[in-house]
């Protein structure tokens, strides 16, 4: 459900595939309004893998529900491949924290991932090989028939990614999908969405309280404020390509990478924000991290 | 907010009650206007009839839940306790469980006639089972660390019970009770519309075999009035008494 | 499974009903007591009363009749039960009527439904429906309600239309709960089939326990009280066995989630 607004196309750089405009959400509640995001605006190139990080209770969640067209926001607009989301957009697909909670406990790993594909109206020899590919991709080509609530918590969370991926989203939604697997699982999980990152070609929001993990994956990350929520900064993650978990963690530059946003992380939380004076980040454009915390 | 929804709910219901049959969409021989409900139920809150009918469901229902009760946190505990026990009666409790109360009436009207102890007996087999059942759920659901522990410590069995079993078993007794204080009810009204045993269930056969409709309507309107007390203060009992105890539970298919 | 725990299983699920059954048997042998027949008599009362035409004539409309009101109040519970578990306002508005119509002891419909639908099937049809409607009705809202929240939003952002919405996620989700309700309308189904037969009717069940009683018939309608609790057992049965199979993922949950906890 997206109503079309003009594509503001600029020759030169890639369109942006996701735009956040001065969203605003504000929580309509019995005795008080909460203000859980105050004005966030950012741009994301299709292809791009991007990093949301910000203290608990910043709004991740509140500005991905937005973004996936669950909540509606109080003011400014989210504009997916140049239409403005009203309600869950077709081209997009999320994961959610609560991976026990995500899935249909009745009915099995392979029909959890089919019924996506049910609904899109694909013919079923589609549907088989989308599901397959998708459960083999994870790694779960031998637990078609089990139940969801049969398998590990990370096994749970591997279901979750596999029908977000068959439903061949063109934008992933992650909102923190991996705090609640253990350390173990967790490098693995994250290879796995690099890895399918890459070959699918996918535009990837993800959200996480993790800033280890955040440098890890991303291709740039978001820093937000403490709520009622702004961006404070933009973080270019230039590390290779090529990452793995051993080597790219040792990387001198992902030790200053994560320090950066650390510091960041912690100014947030006492509670910096961008001043009056500083300008908003260019859509689209990541500002170097050193000219962004050097002003703070 | 929800109170005021609630409040205009039921002033929406009583007033179709009202319109319904003024303006001829039922018979008001069948159903008469709500307003005339009202009149006949002043009517007999004037009469002792009605306090005496009154004092008898109340009564008879209390009597019999008390004894339900007592009988089933017995029962429950002590079968639930013994393994042995345990094993050997669930199938014996699985057949008579389901046996429905109402087949025992014409016993119970060949035993003791139209008397309360007919009513009583209905009454004391039908909620004795809910809350058998939900004892001995609770029994099994003791946890077997404490147990161990209360055992390693040589805890006498008297101790056991006091300060292992029955803290967790306290509120499923507490649902036990709420089930079969509902069940109660039903089955006493029905003792007393079937059997004419002394109540309001006889006040509403009677009453409907004199064509006193309104009356009949007025009479119904107090039992349910009273169902939804005996509703809510069984459910207040009953949160109270999950109040302290962690475990998410409730009547759900185990 | 060795031998020895199949007998000894077998031997504590049948040995104390073999036990009853038998002190029955004994303890009533040479009974003259005229309440209290011998359980030989009964017996051969119960072949000689049901396995006759009585079958057709009186159990099977009693059946029949508790199968329609029961299916009719399923649907219908469920039906209301999903428009008013969905909608909050709607839910705050009719809930306290609803409440109201739980607690009134279903029996006493029977009366007032005689007026309406006098003393035919219809009657004690629309008793059943309406004292098993409310049970239905009340757990399916709270099934609904109880619907969790990331499931809601997982099949939103998925594009489920309304109509998969319904039958994969609001009445999958809310069948646990749809069941307890379904239980105990059986339950209440079983009685108003009874009472609303001892009320007033020509043939059933209880009409016919109800006149034997009156003609004093004492083993036939021991006889009848045995059927009116193989009946019971019966479709407590047939209920358990629908039910563990629509409801096995839910009980394989729950035990994964008490293991863990
Ligand atoms: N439904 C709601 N109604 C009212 N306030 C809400 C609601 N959901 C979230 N909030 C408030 O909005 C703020 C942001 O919540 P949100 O869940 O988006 O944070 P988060 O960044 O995802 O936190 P976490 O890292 O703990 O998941 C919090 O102050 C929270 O209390
Ligand atoms: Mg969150």
Redo the contacts with the bound molecule.
Sequence with gaps: MTTPTTPPETPGTPAPILEVRGVQ?I???KQRN?E??RDLTFSIAAGEMTCIV????????????CVAGLLDTTAGEIVLEGERVTGPPRGMAVVF?EYGRSLFPWLTVRQNVELPLKEKNLPKADRESLVDEALAAVGLADVHGAHPWQLSGGMQQRVAIARAVAYEPHVLLM??PF?AVDAQTRGELEDLVRALWKRLGVTVLF?T?DIDEAVYLGQRVIV?SM?P?VVLADVAVDLPEQRDQLHTRSLPRFAELRAKVYELIQQSKRGVRPGSGDEHEQPGTAVAADTQSGSM | MTAALGLLGLLGFVGILELVPRIGLVDPRFLPPFSEMVAALGGEVGTPEFWAALGSTVRGWAIGLAIAVAAGVVLGMVIGSIPLLRAATTSTIEFLRPIPSVALIPLAVLLYGPSPQSTLLLVVYASFWQVLVQVLYGVQDVDPVARETARSYRFSAWTQVRRVTWPTTLPYVMTGFRLAAAVALILEITGELVIGSPGLGKQIAVAQSSGAVDTMYALVIVTGVFGVLVNLVARMLERRSLHWHPSVRGEVPR | MSVGSVARRTMLTVGLPVVLVTAWWFATANSTNFFWPPLREILEAFADTWFSNRIMADVVPSLVRLLVGYVLALVLGIGLGVAIGSSRTLRGVVEPVLEFFRAIPPPVLVPILILFAGIGNEMKVLVIVSGCLWPVLLNTVEGVRGLDEVLRDTARCYGLGRRSQLTHLVLRGASPQIAVGARQALSIGIILMVISEMFAASNGVGFTIIQFQRTFAIPEMWSGIILLGLIGITLAFLFRLVESRALAWYRGLRMTQRGEG
């Design positions: 959400k929580y309509q509640g909460v859980a995001v910000g203290p608990s209770g910043a709004g991740k969640t509140t500005l991905l529900k924290q909102d923190e705090a959200v309280h937000l709520s929520t």
